[in-house]
């Protein structure tokens, strides 16, 4: 059976682009038709300056927004990545097969360097080297799938290189994993700066549709999306990239081409309404049914306490494989205490 992994950071309130671009694939195709792992990857979250009691209730808020999406640990496995030791483990092995400069060329590593630096801050190293780590939470669980956004391709890439470096020099140990990607929204753009990416460590909060603003917000939100100078309604990312986002955000909520949808419309106004409804009406039942989650947290963290159970069972053989692969010599058992038992 295909295997899938995915994962999400606890870096800020889940947006519009997370779900489009990701989590309602992980819920109404993955978890289906795939054995399915999704992960909430909080050691992500400490490559930047953090707040660690923010850090702490974004990981419960983002797992309970998984759930709320659909995700069913029935079908599936959802877990917290610091519950599972073989992530870390995995990824020190890997910085021995990775070189420095092909961390350094990772362009979310240029962009993040940058804002940190602007905010006055020095650039943890970790954030250099996480693209490692997450080469090993896919490695980890021989992944043949990760359902991913556009901004995510170039670090399945260097898992994909890993392994392949890894696989020829030690031995074959990994599956070599490949993105999926969505038909549309693969990128959800921030309504304010259709240039960039909608990204929930921005500090630009008009232009970005949060999972849990009110439905008047979200309304709000899209009617004030900076649109392109003309009147023509067309699909022309280059061109007219805030009208084309908007077609990519409606093509994702009520189905069809974006360029097709285009044609339906003779004013920016109406795109916009019919865009606000739509969304208003894709997020109503997650909303709902994380309102309901978060009336029984306990039922959270036994789903958690369970896929982590689950995850490491999952991985420990495969990174167990890689450091004898390495060279690294096997803890020997005790006799006396395994004779005892
Ligand atoms: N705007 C987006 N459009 C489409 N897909 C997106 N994803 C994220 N933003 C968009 C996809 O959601 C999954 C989880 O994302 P993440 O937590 O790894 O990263 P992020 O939301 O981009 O948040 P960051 O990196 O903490 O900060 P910013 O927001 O500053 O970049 C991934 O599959 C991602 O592709």
Redesign the pocket.
Known sequence: MTRVF???????H?????Y????RRWADVDQHRADALFCV?DL??LT?DHDPARVRRLTRQSASLLLAAGLDPRLCTVFVQSHVDEHTRLSYALECVAGDGEARRMI?YK??AV?ERERGGGVRLSLLTYPVLMAADILAYGTDEV??????TQHVELARDLAVRFNQRYGHTFTVPRATR?AV??????LREPAA??????DSGPGIVYLLDEPDTVRGKIMRAVTDSGQEVVHDPAGRPGVANLLEILAACVGGEPAALAGSYDSYGALKKDTAEAVVETLRPLRERHRELCADPGHVDAVLREGAERARAMARPRVDAAYRALGLLEPVADPVVNAAR
């Open positions: 995915s994962g999400i950071k606890p870096t800020g889940l947006t519009l682009g997370n489009l671009g990701a989590m990857v992500h979250a930047v979310q962009e993040k804002r359902p991913v956004g556009d901004d995510q969505p929204a693969a990128r959800v753009m921030n990416k909608m990204g929930k460590s921005d």
